[in-house]
């Protein structure tokens, strides 16, 4: 139920809150982010992995303004309106595991929930395999969550627990101001910037962060989440934060259409490949972890925000999987999954399944 006076927790507010984000991803690929990643949790939190030496990929290396005010924005909403409440306790390393292979999957795939629709909304048909293995993944949680899952209680902790993050990305934000990018080179100090690839294309930073600001504040007043909208849907039939979803793929497609970029089909899409049996298996592996953490990327930033210091630690374990998938060999490419891309998500499935099987509380 909607927390009286908020507009955004209501059937309407989650609309209009799916609405806006489905119109500015769109715009800020126009203004220079990659084609169909306007936003992209998985992909930004890899180029941050990235552009602090966590990984040498030398294509997706930058600090990321959107992830930084998605993390700002929500700890805003949260203080403006008493809702900053500093927790933790359940289940920290297993969330962090469950951030790692959520990651990895994702790199398969080659994005999060979010991109998935945004993928969609530009043409792109191989997000319908990512689609449905997202989805499938969530349907495997809610049998869990039926059979009893539960990753234990919360307990009220320090505000400096709930601070962590936040002045983590804030330092991130400072340190792309001392050590700005340095037109064609790849270091500036102790930061890594791609020259060229995906990292190498990005909006103008102040409306990159302002966007991320704005989104990390709305999303955090209406709970947004793909992940909880199929839940939802699955487990008890409603769709109020399924109406949400539905309004960011039909903006984004009439924003692409706008500006024309909708290229509907399945080759030669950006940042993408075709191998359509991993796209699906690689959103599986991801959306089974969402569903068993309690969120989608996004909304474990959102909660992050407010002081949750366990979606927190899946934050971090999803930037430690960025380095790990592409030092590794695990993450796709255009050209098709990593070498041992395969193997991982296997592995990856395996361990989701032993956590969802063994976390189980009997009545």
Not at 118 to 137: C, K, T, W, Y
Not at 176 to 194: A, T, V
Not at 316 to 335: R, W
Request: positive net charge; glycine residues 16%; aromatic residues 12%.
């Amino acid at each position: 139920m909607a927390a009286k006076g908020n507009f955004f927790a209501t059937r309407l507010g989650m609309i209009v809150v799916g609405a806006v984000v489905g119109i500015l991803a769109p715009v800020l690929e126009k203004l220079g982010n990659p084609g169909n990643m306007g936003i992209c949790v998985a992909c930004f939190d890899r180029d941050i992995a990235g552009g602090v030496g966590l990984h040498r990929a030398a294509l997706v290396q930058y600090l990321r303004p959107e992830i930084i005010g998605f993390t700002l924005g929500a700890m805003v909403a949260a203080y403006l309106f008493k809702e900053f409440q500093p927790r933790a306790g359940s289940a920290p390393v297993v969330r962090f595991f469950l951030g790692v292979f959520a990651m990895i999957g994702a790199l398969v795939f080659l994005g999060c929930p979010w991109r998935t629709l945004f993928r969609l909304a530009g043409g792109d048909g191989n997000a319908i395999f990512g689609l449905l293995g997202l989805v499938a993944g969530v349907y495997i949680g809610t049998l869990f969550f039926k059979a009893g899952y539960n990753l234990g209680r919360t307990q009220v902790t320090y505000s400096s627990v709930g601070w962590l993050l936040p002045l983590t990305m804030l330092g991130f934000l400072i340190l792309m101001f001392i050590f700005p990018q340095i037109p064609d080179q790849g270091q500036s100090g102790i930061l890594f910037y791609s020259v060229k690839g995906p990292g190498a294309q990005h909006a103008p930073l102040f409306i990159s962060l302002a966007v991320g600001l704005g989104v990390g504040f709305i999303c955090q007043r209406s709970r947004f989440c793909t992940m909880g909208a199929f839940r939802d849907l699955i487990l008890f039939r409603q769709i109020h934060l399924f109406s949400g979803i539905v309004a960011l793929l039909v903006a984004a497609f009439i924003t692409n259409l706008i500006l024309g970029q909708f290229k509907p089909g399945f080759e030669n899409q950006p940042v993408a490949h075709t191998m359509e049996l991993w796209n699906f298996a690689g959103m599986l592996l991801a959306g089974l972890a969402f569903a068993l953490a309690g969120g989608c990327p996004g909304r474990q930033i959102f909660l992050a925000g407010e002081g949750d210091g366990d979606a927190a630690v899946f934050v971090l374990g999803m930037i430690v999987g960025a380095g790990f998938a592409h030092n590794f060999q695990l993450a796709s490419s255009p050209k098709g999954v990593g070498e041992y891309g395969i193997a991982a998500t296997i592995i990856g499935l395996l361990v989701c399944l032993g956590i969802g099987f063994t976390m189980q509380q009997k009545a």
